[in-house]
């Protein structure tokens, strides 16, 4: 029998979110081990995704889609109906209720020794003999066999005259002009919020492509079976997408089959991309992909849709470049689709520009540390740190990193969709299978 005593039995999950909290339950489902969950905020499950208060910031997949267990697809619908809810395995419910559901995920390990969960911020972490050890800001020291990194998305530090996109504090001007930079899904919910506080006033969302999520339609059955072409141009999965949409929708189904056919396939057609060919697909075809494939709820749409008809809220195609201020009202610096340069006045402006962040400066003192140390390292497009697909930290020398492992966001790099619920919780089941052992 296992020793659960021994740190080799010991598991470091960093990141008490939804990555952090599906890995813990992973583990403790598979048995022999010990977890300890540290996570710096006051919820537990909820991190930027499922924080949010507001009732009208809703799930962007439908429930049935949404369980923590890839192989119990109904658990959190029927962790609703227990609740005395119940939308219908296709409806949608808000992100709050969501986070309600994640951090009550671990209740049936509350009083069971194999997990310990720890308030606090990991600072730093470096391998330690046959493991690892971590340093908490109190100084505290945790030691263990192996960490897994569930840190999941860099927020960006605070910029003046900058709102965050994950902060809502009411409207303070209803009349004013509110600019967002961005226009994908943090926008959608800064729109929801300020049309429900009573907003009167112009919103402007300000990105490159001027692109809005697209809207689910209605409930289809799955995907059918589709042979993706890996490895080839950029241009070419393109044609080969939208062929698929023309076939769909000559079936009588919509571009949405044709996308929901394509998910299941897209870790292998990231894998199969050369470096060159996913610096192209990032600069041509990842904006079109994320609309299409990250869609809100007709709801939400709906809601949207009446602001752009009457105008109060406008796309603009261009870059933010800086702000200015002139007493109270700030001044938003821009370069228009067409070369122009232009500045705008407007009582807030939001910056919901996304979740692409460098690690190297925008990342936490743990990432820092990691990188500085060359126990990590950027991958080559500097969208997140070098991972393999077995989900090994790779370092500054190129080689993997046997006791450090990244999990949800934080490994994007290797797997580009990995920030959907779907995705994280099947690749927590499979780490947990190999390392709960």
């Not at 005395?84 to 409806?91: H, I, R, W």
């Not at 671990?106 to 340093?135: K, N």
Request: aromatic share 4%; proline share 6%; charged share 25%.
């Amino acid at each position: 029998m296992k020793d659960l005593s021994s740190p080799a039995s010991h598991i470091l999950v960093i990141g008490g979110g939804a990555s952090g909290v599906l890995m813990a339950a992973h583990l403790l489902l598979q048995g022999g081990t010990r977890v300890t969950l540290v996570e710096k905020g006051d919820l537990l499950g909820c991190g930027i995704a499922y924080s949010t208060t507001d009732p009208d910031h809703i799930l962007n997949t439908r429930v049935h889609n949404m369980s923590a267990f890839p192989d119990r697809p109904h658990h959190f619908h029927d962790w609703l109906i227990e609740r005395g809810t119940d939308p219908g395995p296709n409806g949608f419910v808000s992100r709050s209720t969501y986070g309600d559901y994640m951090s009550d995920l671990l209740a049936p390990w509350q009083d069971d020794d194999r997990l310990v969960i720890r308030r606090g911020e990991i600072v730093s972490l470096a391998l330690d003999g046959g493991g690892v050890i971590a340093r908490l800001a109190t100084g505290e020291a945790v030691h263990a066999g192996r960490a897994i990194l569930a840190t999941g998305h860099a927020v960006p530090d605070p910029q003046p005259d900058l709102d965050s996109a994950w902060s809502f504090n009411g409207d303070v001007d209803h009349d004013g002009r509110v600019l967002i930079v961005g226009s994908g899904l943090s926008m959608i919910d800064q729109t929801l919020s300020l049309l429900k506080a009573g907003h009167r006033g112009e919103i402007v969302s300000l990105s490159r492509h001027g692109l809005l999520p697209l809207a689910h339609g209605h409930a289809l059955p799955r995907p059918r079976p589709v042979e993706p072409p890996l490895g080839t141009e950029v241009s070419d999965l393109l044609h080969w997408a939208r062929r698929l949409a023309r076939e769909a929708e000559a079936e009588g189904g919509s571009w949405r089959d044709a996308v929901d056919s394509i998910r299941p396939h897209a870790h292998g057609l990231w894998r199969a991309m050369s470096t060159d060919q996913r610096r192209r697909f990032m600069r041509h075809a990842a904006s079109w992909w994320g609309v299409h494939r990250h869609r809100i709820p007709p709801a939400s749409w709906e809601t949207v849709l009446d602001a752009l008809t009457r105008r109060q809220l406008v796309i603009r195609r261009g870059t933010f470049s800086h702000v200015t201020r002139e007493g109270e009202t700030r001044i938003a610096h821009m370069r228009l689709a067409d070369g122009a340069q232009e500045t705008l006045p407007a009582t807030r402006i939001i910056d919901c520009r996304g979740i692409l962040r460098d690690l190297a400066t925008h990342g936490s003192p743990l990432i820092r540390g990691l990188l500085a140390q060359g126990v990590a390292r950027m991958d080559p497009l500097r969208i997140g740190l070098d991972v393999g697909l077995d989900c090994r930290l790779i370092d500054a020398k190129g080689d993997p990193v046997d006791r450090i492992l990244a999990l949800g966001p934080v490994s994007r790099a290797a797997f580009w969709e990995i920030t959907a619920i779907p995705d994280i919780r099947e690749q927590a089941a499979r780490l947990a299978a190999i390392h709960a052992h």
